[in-house]
């Protein structure tokens, strides 16, 4: 029902930035939590960052200060925006749907992942 396409990824430099976006299309009006996620190789996959749709936002203690996560509701887009970025930022990041489903609070969809590499 939900569907969400990811872009931005790719190489940077130790301290450069890079901004992730993730277009969701399908059944939006039951998106209420969008976030992302990161998996390195050989490791759990960990949050990074969650949003509301009424804007509060969470963030994992590795990333806070230097990831920003924001969503424009019009156009049905989640960003990040990274700033400060280390080697072990480097992981393949993938975005998320949640909401209320045929009665149930469920993911409701996932993006197919895009690589970011930190490296100099």
């Known amino acids: 029902q939900v569907q969400l396409v990811e872009s931005g990824g790719g190489l940077v430099q130790p301290g450069g930035s890079l901004r992730l976006s993730c277009a969701a299309s399908?059944?939006?009006?039951?998106?209420?939590?969008m976030g992302w996620y990161r998996q390195a190789p050989g490791k759990q996959r960990e949050l990074v960052a969650t949003i509301t749709r009424s804007g509060s936002t969470n963030y994992a203690d590795s990333v806070k200060g230097r990831f920003t996560i924001s969503r424009d509701n019009a156009k049905n887009t989640l960003y990040l925006q990274m700033n400060s970025l280390k080697p072990e930022d480097t992981a393949a990041y993938y975005c998320?749907?949640?909401?209320?489903?045929?009665?149930?609070?469920?993911?409701?969809?996932w993006g197919q992942g895009t690589q970011v590499t930190v490296s100099s």
């Open positions: 399908g059944s939006i009006f039951s998106i209420n939590t």
């Open positions: 998320n749907a949640e909401g209320i489903y045929s009665g149930y609070y469920r993911v409701l969809g």
